[in-house]
């Protein structure tokens, strides 16, 4: 068929230039600018490059058909985030900070250090699964219970990938670790699914322990952060950052810069999401990543600079590695100027 039409387009072409060639020779042509009016234009193919295009003009009174080469136009699909749909992207911070959201507090007096937008309620990612591990904690679940990975914990919004396959099987405290330190999502979901009463009562108790701290600007819908409608504030977050580094094994799980699980009895190696865990440079004694396109580049921390505990909110910040940036420029800004607590 391919063959048939580059024939028939070949003899076509070929029927057609010699007219063409002969109307724009003649000397009218030549001393006098054609006047050329486009009747209809039609695609009659597709390459690899471009469409065929048909063009039917009338110059100089004459109907003349012409068949040239259009190059695709580039297709431009920007994902807006929630925030940017806000408008948040438009506020300025002396720092000049890729995150349309900042917050910064010492932890000890709870002093406000920096804030950008920090009381506005967004989608949070993977920070939900903070959430997950604090409710996973405190309710005093074993441990060492084997949770098995089924089709129920198919991300059936996202389409996401996982490292975990349909049957694996891992105890609940290799959940958490690879939940917290690799953002696994079945390992989340898993987690949610196996709590007494299931997910939804997982959810249920997520929300319930939000308004026992007083995250007001706080919704969860599922336990691994990939739905939109997981929202909170920057101002909520540092509540949960606290609240969570309580706990020694959601410190020691989330700052974790490497793990190796046995699922299926076969080993599998997870790594950080978050690089600044394994830099010299930094202390970090919590920390958890999160993505999706409606949250942006999300990073909270809980960090020693100076002297001092330091807990830092991000959220949608524009760029792979932006929000690390981003916790640089807050961390030199604290190291220079030292503001009071």
Known sequence: MVKFFRHTLFIFAAAILPVTLA??????????????????????????TGHLVKHTIVVNGKRRVIIDRAAFAPVVIENLS????????????PLALQSNVAYVVDQASSKVLFEKNSNVSLPIASITKLMTSLVVVESNQDMNEII????????????????????AKLSRADMLHIALMSSENR??????????????????????KAKQLGMTDTHYVDSSGLSSHNVASARDLVKLIIAAYQHPRIREYSTDSRYVVNPSGRPLQYSTTNKLVASPGWDIGLQKTGYIAEAGRCLVMQAMI?????????LDSKGKYSRLADAGRIRKWLETLKPQA
């Not at 724009?24 to 690899?48: F, R, V």
């Not at 002297?307 to 909110?313: N, P, S, Y």
Request: charged share 25%; proline share 2%.
């Open 306 to 314: 100076e002297g001092r505990a330091i807990v830092m909110v991000f």
């Open 187 to 208: 390992a989340a979901s898993a987690l949610g699914r196996s709590y007494i009463g299931g997910l939804p009562a997982f959810v249920a108790a997520m929300n319930a």
């Open 148 to 167: 098995e990975v089924t089709t129920d914990d198919l991300d059936k919004e996202k389409g996401t990938g996982s490292r975990l396959q349909m049957g």
């Open 82 to 93: 929630a925030g940017d749909i806000a408008g948040l992207k438009h506020t300025q911070d």
């Open 23 to 48: 109307q724009a020779a003649t000397p009218a042509q030549k001393k006098h600018s054609a006047k050329k009016h486009l009747l209809h234009k039609k695609i009659i193919g597709k390459s690899a």
